[in-house]
């Protein structure tokens, strides 16, 4: 873990990724920083335009500010038990105080709560609001509507519109600053809320019901998590970080809280991750499913037909939160991207690939609910089915893979294999579940699939290679035995696990493959995708390599931030987080590899 104690500084470098914590109310989340700045808020879900987007620029592109006056103030920070709701303490010369924030579990509202609690001494704040609503790209019309019994600052823009209250709101260059003061015992609410500009504004916030009804909504939503092995702590808050991107009212979960932060600092490998891949969905269904969370999966499961709706056959491999298909990447000018890293972008270019893995992961997703107790209705195993004869289709032509590359599509050993599962799992839900369907048709081409992956995807040399005619072993190959292909303990594997310990492993963590091969068709390189090496803990758990299995877990367990938090990569040389973050395909995996020395490895391995 990073220390707990730092000093507040403000200076011209950029907010470290891994100094961020999350805010979440499972429609959208805000990231503040260790300072003490809200940098990032979209506004009323993940998806939508940033009314803070400083994490992305600076200030100047919005962001909230709440700090003690004095600069030496020092400060450290923890969630509530199994909460969302983010304790920040603040020591200064004067006295201490807390600033206890957190976004409400409301059925009808979204706000955002900054309480300021005095514990000793007198403790004197400077709060400051940048508000530039669209991704910066709009100075809302902002006036005071307020008394001096109950300031309010009404901010609009376009269709969005919020009321800040708390606190008296000075103006100065599109700057909303005040100072307020805590002595011990005080309490101060600051409050945003945001609203449709042409609906009325939401009355006042019963903050100490909010807080309660919040804090109960999280701790009763973790009560039954049960691990029994090591890291409980991390297992526990990575799976709060699942469910706090997984939307409550739709059921859509999201690949991370951001846009645009860098896989390579300064470089252009900067995507938008706000949105539903059905793989990256499907693999965090699963990671509930096996610690108890089955409504989670039948939520997931109706957003799913919703999304696909009548046609499997225009199934794409990622959605909006509600199931949006229309997911065009465009390049933004009004956000300068974090540390210059440019372009920003929004939308996902990857909605238009062909990903041969995809809905063999929905159907080992969906076949883990199923043996976890998830009954099928009357639609969702004929989805699944159209989904098989979709996946048959499609099986002879290459793809673009799990990594989504955008050079010339390949025949991925990996996105083989997961069609090998697709019909798999159909072969078994009708032989083993009896559900209807062509059992035997499915399992003659599933042993197709096997025969052509064991000649064509298998180096001479007896591992198995990143795509079809390559020397190139791929992190994603660590998954054959996760869905049955083979043991973790089969040669091929084993080789496969000695190859990437040459040539993928840097600085003790292992790449997703090798970006100098130019495969991905893209510029410039990136630091250790988390996931790859939690997989590799539980390969080696799997194998019979505890030792190595322990050491590197504990290692990336480390790597959280204070608030244990993930984000995409981590750049060991300087000791620092990148990419996307919170992610959930690193928190997901974190869990996978807990179970695996506890004992628990492969995708639905305590099956009925």
């Not at 390599?545 to 060991?572: I, P, Q, W």
């Not at 020395?597 to 995708?603: E, F, Q, V, Y």
């Amino acid at each position: 873990m990073r220390g707990e104690q730092g000093r507040a500084t403000i200076d011209a470098m950029p907010t470290p990724i891994e100094d961020y914590a999350l805010l979440s109310d499972c429609r959208t989340a805000a990231l503040v920083s260790r300072d003490g700045s809200i940098d990032w808020l979209c506004l009323p879900r993940f998806d939508a335009p940033s009314v803070f987007g400083a994490l992305l620029g600076d200030p100047s592109h919005g962001c909230w500010t709440l700090r003690p006056v004095d600069p030496n103030a020092t400060v450290q920070r923890r969630y509530w038990p199994d909460t969302f709701i983010l304790i920040t303490r603040w020591e200064s010369a004067d006295g201490i105080a807390e600033v206890h924030e957190f976004m409400p579990m409301t059925d009808d509202r979204t706000d955002v709560v900054r309480r300021i609690i005095g514990v000793s001494g007198t403790v004197a704040f400077r709060t400051e609001l940048r508000m530039h609503f669209d991704y910066a790209r709009a100075v809302p019309w902002v006036r005071q509507v307020g008394n001096a019994e109950a300031p309010a600052l009404h901010a609009t823009a376009g269709p969005d519109a919020v009321i800040v209250r708390g606190v008296k709101l000075t103006a100065s260059d599109h700057v909303h600053a005040a100072g307020l003061t805590v002595a011990e015992g005080e309490t101060r609410d600051l409050t945003l809320s945001w609203f449709p500009s042409h609906t009325s504004e939401p009355h006042p916030l019963d903050v100490e019901a909010a807080i309660a009804r919040t804090r109960s909504w999280w701790q009763g939503w973790a009560s039954p998590i049960e691990h029994d092995g090591p890291h409980r702590d991390a297992v526990v808050r990575s799976l709060l970080v699942l469910r706090a991107l997984t939307s409550r009212d739709t059921g859509g979960i999201v690949a991370a809280a951001t846009t645009s932060l860098p896989e390579e600092f300064g470089g252009t490998r900067n995507w938008d991750y706000r949105f539903v891949w059905l793989r990256d969905a499907a693999l965090t269904l699963e990671a509930l499913t096996v610690h108890g969370f089955l409504e989670e999966a039948h939520h997931w499961r109706r957003w799913l037909l919703r999304a696909v709706a009548g046609d499997p056959t225009e199934v794409q491999i990622m959605y909006g939160i509600a199931g949006e298909r229309d997911l065009a990447e465009r390049e933004l000018t009004s956000l300068p991207g974090y540390d210059r890293a440019a372009p920003v972008r929004i939308g996902n270019g990857a909605v238009d690939q062909y990903q041969g893995d995809v809905i063999g992961e929905v159907l080992v997703a969906l076949e883990a609910a199923r043996i976890a107790g998830l009954e099928e209705g009357a639609f969702s195993w004929p989805l699944q089915r159209k989904l098989i004869e979709r996946a048959i289709v499609d099986m002879d032509k290459p793809d673009n893979g799990i990594w989504e590359i955008r050079g010339e599509p390949q025949r991925f050993t990996h996105s083989r294999v997961m069609m090998w599962a697709a019909l798999d799992r159909g072969v078994r839900a009708v032989r083993e579940h009896d559900l209807p369907g062509d059992a035997e048709r499915w399992a003659r081409m599933r042993d197709q699939v096997r025969a052509e992956i064991d000649e064509h995807g298998v180096h001479a040399d007896g591992y198995f290679v990143q795509h079809y005619g390559s020397d190139e072993v791929d992190a994603s190959l660590l998954t054959l035995p996760q869905v049955g292909y083979c043991a973790a303990d089969d040669p091929r594997m084993l080789r496969t696990v000695e190859q990437m310990e040459r040539t993928l492993v840097r600085d003790g963590l292992l790449m997703r493959y090798r970006t100098a091969s130019g495969v991905d068709g893209l510029d410039g390189g990136e630091h250790p995708f988390l996931a790859c090496s939690f997989w590799l803990v539980e390969q080696y758990a799997a194998s019979g390599r505890l030792d190595d299995a322990r050491t590197l877990m504990d290692r990336l367990v480390s790597l959280s931030n204070d608030v244990g938090l993930l984000s995409e990569e981590y750049d060991v040389g300087a000791s620092r987080h990148a990419g996307n973050t919170p992610q959930a395909f690193s928190h997901l995996t974190l869990v996978r590899a807990a179970d695996a020395l506890a004992g628990h490895s492969g995708r639905a391995a305590d099956r009925a």
